[in-house]
């Protein structure tokens, strides 16, 4: 081989991944137009180079697309059922409602308990749908006659509620940020 061809070809690499200056670019270039041998060399370097970058992203794929796709299903399974808790405890909530202490203790812990529930189907977007689930729990309720409350009991009742749920939110996020900063 000759010593141009040796170096031209020690620099290929470089070449190919547009690292050397313009002059030795074109001077590269003209010896490639010039030397069939070297060209060769430079198509087959490209062709390799190609495969690799196919080969890697198609067992990234394969690695990557079953487990992402199975932990969306599983997220999307997992806020799914958190939903259906939430709007089940809401209700239980509301229709425990009959304004007895004994009731309120009782809703101490589930609506917090909601408020976590609702945290993992809606994240912190919970914190507005949760009240207005609640707002349309309390008009069904009273709808279906199945509070035994006056309106301003069920209101003032909700507001008690509300309070819970946030908080119930507020430890979900606070936990869930402490998890995610691990
Ligand atoms: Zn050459």
Redesign the pocket.
């Known amino acids: 081989m000759?010593t141009?061809?040796c170096v031209?070809r020690d620099l290929l690499p470089l070449y190919a991944e547009d690292l050397v200056s313009a002059e030795t670019a074109d001077v590269i270039r003209l010896?490639l137009h010039e030397?069939p041998?070297?060209d060769k060399e430079y198509l087959y370097m490209q062709d390799m180079e190609k495969r690799r970058a196919e080969l890697v992203q198609k067992t990234d794929d394969n690695d990557i697309k079953p487990f992402k796709k199975m932990m969306k299903k599983a997220n999307r399974t997992l806020s799914a059922m958190c939903f259906a808790l939430t709007v089940m405890l809401l209700f239980l909530g509301v229709v425990k409602s009959d304004g007895a202490n004994a009731m309120l203790m009782y809703n101490a812990v589930i609506m917090p308990v909601c408020g976590v529930c609702g945290y993992v189907a809606f994240r912190m977007k919970a914190v507005i749908v949760l009240p207005l689930l609640l707002l349309l729990t309390d008009g069904l309720a009273y709808a279906f006659d199945v509070l035994p409350e006056t309106v301003n009991m069920i209101l003032w009742l909700s507001g008690i509620y509300c309070i819970f749920i946030l908080a119930g939110i507020l430890i979900a996020a606070l936990f869930h940020y402490a998890l995610r900063k691990e």
């Open positions: 000759k141009e061809c031209i010896h030397c041998d070297c």
